[in-house]
């Protein structure tokens, strides 16, 4: 029996932005010199700035420094940029309805690989502290997905254990290093998609 659900943050509660966006973005900050702000727009998992950040080995703001200084990008675009970025419009309002339903029945918790600046985004702008029990942020712990030094914290956080755990993710790796480390995890690739997976995990319907 499923006790507790971990979601992941980016990509599932946050909608990933499209190829259109992507490609949008990539001609309005001129990407063609900057392979390394091509690399974190299209591969973000593979990103080493990226991963670093998410490792709390570089601040937030150290990266849109990089940007505005290394990069000569104007203070006002970063500016429009990240208010775009982190925008409610970019909640996932389903995935969102889908954790209110479940919260009160299930332990609830978001782990994600994320900064240093993420657990005031994620608790006082989109309020998600009222939908789950507990967010485990990356940059805190010093540790990323799919390491599976993370499932053992989250363990911990939650008293919880991995056969009665379920993490919904839409990286790949993070779904097939939580099985490996003996959890429940489906991947998300939309969201009737996901929440039909982690019901029929719930109802005993997948083993």
Same mark, same amino acid.
């Given at each position: ?41 299209? @591969? ?14 570089? =601040? ?31 909640? @996932? ?9 479940? @919260? ?9 690989? %994320? ?32 390491? =599976? ?12 254990? =991995? ?9 790949? %790796?993070?779904?097939? %290093?939580?099985? %490996? ?27």
């Amino acid at each position: 029996m499923i006790k507790t659900i971990f979601f992941d943050f980016g990509g599932v509660i946050i909608k990933q932005p499209s190829d259109r966006w992507v490609g949008l973005w990539k001609k309005v900050l001129g990407t063609d010199d900057h392979p390394e702000i091509a690399d974190m727009l299209e @591969n973000p998992h593979e990103s080493q700035m990226i991963k670093d950040i998410c490792l709390g080995k570089i =601040p937030e703001d150290t990266m849109w420094r990089i940007m505005a200084e290394k990069w000569h990008f104007r203070p006002s675009m970063i500016g429009f940029f990240r208010r775009w970025l982190f925008s409610k419009r970019q909640l @996932n309002q389903h995935m969102v309805k889908f954790l209110g339903e479940l @919260n009160g029945h299930y332990q609830t918790a978001i782990l994600s690989n %994320a900064g240093d600046q993420s657990r005031r985004l994620m608790e006082e702008i989109y309020r998600l502290g009222e939908y789950v029990d507990e967010i485990i942020i990356s940059a805190e712990e010093g540790v990323i997905k799919p390491d =599976p030094r993370i499932f053992e914290i989250a363990m911990d956080r939650m008293r919880t254990k =991995p056969e009665t755990s379920l993490l919904l993710d839409d990286h790949l %790796a993070n779904v097939e %290093a939580a099985r %490996a480390f003996g959890m429940h995890a489906v991947q998300f690739i939309y969201h009737y998609q996901a929440i039909k997976m982690v019901r029929g995990h719930l109802d005993g319907r997948y083993a």
